[in-house]
Structure formats: structure tokens, C-alpha cells
């Protein structure tokens, strides 16, 4: 069964440096995602990507962070200037299409920043 | 805003026993709903999901969700859960026609003693 995957499953970087957690969505997935969760707190929706552009951003998604998709393949989270507070477990999602569909969950990176 | 919330943060059952998790949601338009499962070290997996028609759906592995709209709440159930159900589960909210974005509850850790 088609999974998406991401690395690294692991990461630890200094304050202030940046970071690119990478995801593979499902091949025929059109919609990805990126959540995270912060240690004892919710899942939280940060961006949603579509046809090479944002379709939605939460509040927390600002300056510091962006999203590409560089090839038919990845689809990627910067993190520039990490915060201590950036420290959560970032999750990758895709889906068929929007509306009724079902996002499919990657296994997660967890991201330390010291 | 919308939010949906997790009555129970840790459940903790023995093996055989009924399985009820609360989930409310906040918000009075249309919705879809979904619950996820998180087994230990693997990634979130989808075990069912409300749309529309009959408000009791069966998801994967025993598991039924009834939605009440009057109520607001999408409750999982398993009649007899076993040792393999211990993980942490999660409800999801999507706005209908309005993007992808899932809102999601804090969990609940379920612990299923043998």
C-alpha cells in the first residue's frame, strides 16, 4: 500500500540554523500538508500546498517557514532561524483531492532545537 | 474559531472491556469527521470517517463512531478492545468546503492491560 514517507525521522539543530524536513507524498496525490505537534499538545495544521502554491496557512506558518515541492516528487518544510519553540514532531499529509477526502499521514520528524 | 475536544486525556482498560471515547467539536456548519490512531513509534493511520448518510460508520479493526449532530460529537467505540488497540487516538474535524485543514482534539492514550 502507498505510503508517504519522510526524513529525516530525527533532527537536532542549534537555535538559529536552519532546517528542510523532507516528505515523499502518495504518487498521485495533488494536496499536501504539513502539521506538527508540539510535545503534550495538539496536532496542528500549518500549511496546505496545491498546484505549486499555498492554499492555506495557520497563524503559526509566518515568514519564518516555507514549503516547496522542487521536483514531481518531495515536498519540503523550511524552517529558517529556528526557535527553541520550534521543537515538535512535524508531520506530512497528502490527499487525492480536497473536499472528501481522506489525508494520508507521514511517520513524522522529530525536530529538536538546542 | 472552530476546536474540537478529547474528554478523556488516558483511558486505561483491561483486555475484553468496552471502549467508549468522547470527542465534541465546535462549529455549526457542515462537517467531515474523522478519527485516527497512532500505534506506538508508527505514524497517524485513519481508522474511519464520517462524511454524510448514515451517522454509525465501521472503521478498520472493530471500530464504530456514531455522529450525533444535535450533540456535536463523534464518539469511538469498540465493544471488547484488546492489548494491540493500546495507542493514542485522535479526532478530526474538517469544515466542509472550506480547504483541507483538520482541526484536531489533544488525544486520548489508550492503555489496554493484557
Known amino acids: 500500500e502507498p505510503e508517504v514517507t519522510q526524513t529525516p525521522s530525527h533532527q537536532v539543530t542549534q537555535m538559529g540554523q536552519e532546517v528542510i524536513l523532507r516528505c515523499v507524498p502518495i504518487s498521485n496525490h495533488l494536496y499536501f500538508y504539513w502539521y506538527r505537534q508540539i510535545l503534550g499538545q495538539k496536532v496542528e495544521f500549518l500549511v496546505s500546498?496545491?498546484?505549486?502554491?499555498?492554499?492555506?496557512k495557520s497563524e503559526i506558518f509566518d515568514d519564518q517557514f516555507s514549503v516547496e515541492r522542487p521536483d514531481g516528487s518531495n515536498f519540503t518544510l523550511k524552517i529558517r532561524s529556528t526557535k527553541l519553540e520550534d521543537s515538535a514532531m512535524y508531520f506530512c499529509?497528502?490527499?487525492?483531492?480536497?473536499?472528501?477526502?481522506?489525508?494520508?499521514f507521514g511517520p513524522g520528524t522529530r525536530l529538536l532545537v538546542l | 474559531a472552530q476546536s474540537v475536544s478529547q474528554h478523556n486525556h488516558h483511558v486505561i482498560l483491561s483486555e475484553a472491556a468496552s471502549l467508549e471515547l468522547g470527542c465534541n467539536y465546535s462549529?455549526?456548519?457542515?462537517?467531515?469527521l474523522f478519527w485516527y490512531v497512532q500505534y506506538p513509534g508508527q505514524h497517524l493511520q485513519l481508522l474511519l470517517k464520517y462524511f454524510s448518510g448514515d451517522p454509525l460508520v465501521k472503521g478498520i479493526k472493530g471500530f464504530e463512531a456514531e455522529f450525533i449532530k444535535s450533540k456535536f460529537s463523534f464518539n469511538l467505540r469498540k465493544p471488547s478492545v484488546q492489548w494491540s488497540d493500546t495507542a493514542e487516538y485522535f479526532c478530526?474535524?474538517?469544515?466542509?468546503?472550506?480547504?483541507?485543514?483538520?482541526?484536531f482534539g489533544q488525544g486520548t492514550e489508550l492503555s489496554v492491560k493484557p
Open positions: 500546498f496545491y498546484n505549486n502554491e499555498i492554499s492555506e
Open positions: 462549529y455549526g456548519g457542515t462537517v467531515n
Open positions: 499529509a497528502s490527499s487525492e483531492r480536497t473536499g472528501q477526502e481522506t489525508q494520508y
Open positions: 478530526a474535524v474538517k469544515v466542509y468546503n472550506q480547504g483541507g485543514k483538520l482541526i
